[in-house]
């Protein structure tokens, strides 16, 4: 039998799924000629944001114990834009089940205030993958962790935070002038 291991099929394929989205934005097709910049710029970062193992994981009520190994890593992915009036936006997609409400708070604060952009303008979005690390505070109550998991879930969540907060950073420094493809 196989051990627990973090990274599923379905983070792979929405990932593919939000990343396609992305290119069709701001492309029209690979074959075309590019346009002159469209006065839009753009910007792209991720950060692995793989558990060690050891940390307990999410998706299936039937799991045992703690994720032993790897299977595919897992990822923070941030898109920046800008328009051609200077209105700011971040978007930012993260390969786990889900988020709790007051981590994906504290993630959109950090960027928000890092960037000085309107909460508005900064969304937190998961790939609902089952195959995530348990963050406390989402699906409260479906497992009761023993003591010592708890705390790798926390130390995990600051470590995530962080990711995060340095992806935002990178992509909004890589935000060069977009362009259209017709």
């Given at each position: 039998?196989?051990?627990?291991?973090?990274?599923?099929?379905?983070?792979?394929?929405?990932?593919?799924?939000?990343?396609?989205?992305?290119?069709?934005?701001?492309?029209?097709?690979?074959?075309?000629?590019?346009?002159?910049?469209?006065?839009?710029?753009?910007?792209?970062?991720?950060?692995?944001?793989?558990p060690p193992a050891g940390v307990w994981m999410t998706?299936?009520?039937?799991?045992?114990?703690?994720?032993?190994?790897?299977?595919?890593?897992?990822?923070?992915?941030?898109?920046?834009?800008?328009?051609?009036?200077?209105?700011?936006?971040?978007?930012?997609?993260?390969?786990?089940?889900?988020?709790?409400?007051?981590?994906?708070?504290?993630?959109?604060?950090?960027?928000?205030?890092?960037?000085?952009?309107?909460?508005?303008?900064?969304?937190?979005?998961?790939?609902?993958?089952?195959?995530?690390?348990?963050?406390?505070?989402?699906?409260?109550?479906?497992?009761?962790?023993?003591?010592?998991?708890?705390?790798?879930?926390?130390?995990?969540?600051?470590?995530?935070?962080?990711?995060?907060?340095?992806?935002?950073?990178?992509?909004?420094?890589?935000?060069?002038?977009?362009?259209?493809?017709?």
């Open positions: 039998a196989s051990g627990l291991r973090a990274g599923g099929g379905a983070s792979r394929s929405r990932g593919r799924a939000l990343g396609v989205a992305f290119v069709l934005i701001l492309t029209a097709s690979a074959g075309a000629a590019a346009a002159p910049s469209t006065g839009w710029s753009a910007g792209v970062a991720r950060e692995k944001i793989t998706g299936y009520g039937s799991r045992d114990r703690p994720a032993e190994g790897t299977g595919q890593d897992l990822w923070a992915k941030v898109l920046a834009v800008a328009d051609p009036s200077g209105r700011r936006a971040v978007l930012i997609t993260l390969d786990l089940c889900g988020i709790p409400r007051e981590l994906s708070d504290a993630v959109a604060k950090d960027v928000s205030d890092s960037h000085g952009l309107p909460r508005r303008a900064v969304m937190v979005h998961v790939s609902h993958t089952h195959c995530s690390p348990i963050l406390r505070g989402y699906l409260n109550g479906l497992r009761v962790l023993p003591p010592d998991a708890v705390a790798r879930s926390d130390d995990y969540a600051a470590t995530l935070r962080a990711a995060v907060t340095r992806a935002a950073r990178a992509a909004r420094g890589g935000q060069p002038p977009a362009t259209q493809a017709r």
